[in-house]
């Protein structure tokens, strides 16, 4: 028997429940399903398949229709006699750049947790897709955005807005896009909103080189590197490689952002995630820049495991965003205004112990109709 090198062992799976599991593994297999040789996207089946939540108590606003940039703010009630400021949080939504947008059921939801249980104003950008839409259109497309939200803060959000609190946060390929953004930002100088915190959960960096957590982790959840290297080569211009300063935050052709006034940053890593490598090594790339960072690990967890409501790691960040922005503003860390007190309305949920077998149910149906559309 051939025992392998340490470096070259894979690493166990993560425990996860049963219904997590099974749900993951079929929006993995129904991506790769999604993903054409060709480098496009089956934009008939991922349409079918991502489910668009209405504005229930939310307020959606166009900044341009012929680039669908529009963004969803999220305000919760306070009670009348309550004048408390809330923080803004300025949310980008991930999906590898090519999939999803700020209606999407899973981050609608996570949206309506962060406007509620913080509490904060939230506001998600939605932008344009690749492989149509190459970058930077998603740099223009969330600048643009920040700059609208600037430029029309007196009647875009709610009079208790807090306008030196302000936060840009995203996950995945949404964190990506929040630190480009954020390094924009600091250069351009904004006229109203005053940039305290960078919230980049779990974001998606990479390069050139295979990382140790890209070669060992065995059976990944969500993020393969097959996976990432698709979503590289649909989002990178063309000729790129993923050593492109939009990929490789660190790297050869990295910015410099040693003299911007950059914002502290929270940097969330999951240790069964292939990316993570990539993410330390941005918290390192901060620290060596002189810029303030705190990295916070959950080493059970999967790519995007704070959009699964039954991980209790999901809730527990919650509450690490929150001590964030509590550090961030110079407040006491404590709950100022209780959770009965700050509603955000939710759509119907669906039992989260009934998705994954209805998952499998219609998984069926979804290859089959994946097989007829192919044909066309």
Same mark, same amino acid.
Request: aromatic fraction near 12%.
């Given at each position: 028997m051939i025992i392998p090198k340490p470096h070259q062992r894979k690493i166990a799976s993560p425990s996860l429940p049963w219904t997590v599991r099974l749900a993951v593994s079929i929006i993995s297999d129904l991506t790769d399903i999604a993903f054409r040789p060709n480098g496009t996207v089956n934009r008939r089946l991922t349409h079918f398949l991502d489910y668009q939540t209405p504005p229930t108590s939310t307020t959606d606003i166009s900044i341009d229709a012929a680039r669908n940039l529009w963004v969803r703010l999220y305000a919760p009630s306070l009670p009348s006699d309550n004048l408390q400021l809330l923080p803004v949080i300025i949310f980008f939504h991930g999906g590898?750049?090519?999939?999803?947008? $700020? $209606?999407?059921?899973?981050?609608?939801?996570?949206? %309506?947790?962060?406007?509620?249980?913080?509490?904060?104003? /939230?506001?998600?950008?939605?932008? %344009?897709? #690749? &492989?149509?839409?190459?970058? &930077?259109?998603?740099h223009h497309d969330g600048f643009d955005a920040l700059n609208f939200i600037d430029r029309n803060w007196a009647t875009v959000l709610p009079k208790n807005a807090d306008q030196s609190r302000c936060f840009i946060a995203g996950d995945s390929a949404g964190a990506n896009l929040a630190h480009y953004v954020t390094v924009r930002a600091c250069r351009t100088k904004l006229r109203t909103m005053k940039i305290i915190g960078l919230i980049s959960i779990q974001p998606f960096f990479g390069g050139e080189e295979r990382t140790e957590s890209e070669m060992k982790l065995a059976d990944p959840l969500l993020v393969s590197v097959p996976r990432t290297d698709w979503c590289w080569k649909a989002y990178l211009p063309e000729g790129s490689? %993923?050593?492109?300063?939009?990929?490789?935050?660190? =790297?050869?052709? #990295?910015?410099?952002?040693?003299?911007l006034e950059f914002p502290a940053t929270m940097v969330v890593v999951g240790g069964f995630d292939p990316l993570k490598d990539w993410q330390r090594r941005y918290y390192e790339w901060l620290l060596k820049s002189g810029k303030e960072a705190r990295l916070i690990e959950y080493p059970n967890?999967?790519?995007?495991?704070?959009?699964?409501?039954?991980? &209790?790691?999901?809730?527990?960040?919650?509450?690490?965003?929150?001590k964030f922005i $509590?550090?961030?503003?110079?407040?006491?860390?404590?709950?100022?205004?209780?959770? $009965?007190? /700050?509603?955000?309305?939710?759509? &119907? %949920?669906?039992?989260?112990?009934?998705?994954?077998?209805?998952? =499998?149910?219609?998984?069926?149906?979804?290859?089959?109709?994946?097989?007829?559309?192919?044909?066309?």
């Open positions: 590898g750049f090519s999939f999803l947008s $700020a $209606a999407s059921f899973n981050f609608d939801m996570v949206c %309506r947790k962060f406007a509620s249980k913080l509490p904060a104003i /939230v506001i998600s950008i939605n932008y %344009r897709l #690749a &492989p149509e839409h190459r970058y &930077p259109s998603q490689n %993923r050593d492109h300063a939009a990929a490789n935050v660190s =790297g050869p052709n #990295a910015d410099d952002i040693s003299e967890m999967i790519h995007a495991f704070y959009a699964l409501p039954p991980l &209790p790691e999901a809730s527990h960040l919650v509450t690490q965003i929150k $509590a550090e961030c503003s110079n407040v006491k860390f404590e709950t100022s205004v209780s959770e $009965a007190e /700050v509603k955000v309305s939710s759509p &119907p %949920r669906i039992n989260l112990i009934q998705l994954p077998i209805l998952c =499998g149910i219609f998984s069926f149906i979804y290859y089959l109709i994946v097989l007829c559309i192919s044909f066309f």
